[in-house]
């Protein structure tokens, strides 16, 4: 497998997990005896999933960094810039998500998932999309 298919079989593996995540932290209503009641959070499931999810995707990153600097040097006329800067700027998000699970508290925990842990998920799947048309272009050229 080439280090291009490698990184997409990695989008679609990660796209599992954000599904798991999304699924984690979409409130869903349940109702019981005709009283709507928000259903409770499993922590401890919870932060598992994000510190898989985070490992995968530092990781994959790594890969990733490694082969798009490769690129740039051979694809001077494919802009990579982005792709790169994105990386910098999902890794604050990031930092904020893993402080609040460090915290241990599950209010802080709470709130960063309601806020950046929202924001990652739509940022990753928009940068991962992007990513894949980026490895299209690479794949083009390369023919
Ligand atoms: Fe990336
Ligand atoms: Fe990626």
Not at 57 to 67: A, I, R, T, V
Not at 80 to 102: C, P, R, W, Y
Request: hydrophobic letters at 35%.
């Amino acid at each position: 497998m080439t280090s291009l298919e490698i990184l997409r079989k990695e989008h679609k593996a990660l796209e599992i997990e954000l599904k798991e995540l999304e699924a984690l932290i979409s409130p869903e209503i349940d109702e019981i005896e005709g009283e709507e009641e928000e259903k409770e959070v499993n922590y401890p499931n919870l932060t598992h999933t994000i510190k898989r999810l985070i490992e995968f995707w530092n990781s994959h990153e790594g890969k990733e960094e490694k082969f798009l600097r490769e690129m740039e040097d051979k694809y001077q006329n494919l802009k990579f810039d982005t792709i790169l800067f994105q990386h910098k700027e999902l890794s604050g998000h990031k930092t904020v998500i893993m402080n609040a699970i460090n915290s241990g508290n599950e209010f802080e925990i709470k709130v960063a998932l309601d806020t950046d842990g929202r924001i990652i998920l739509d940022k990753i799947r928009k940068h991962m999309k992007e990513e894949n048309e980026l490895f299209d272009k690479i794949k083009n050229k390369a023919q």
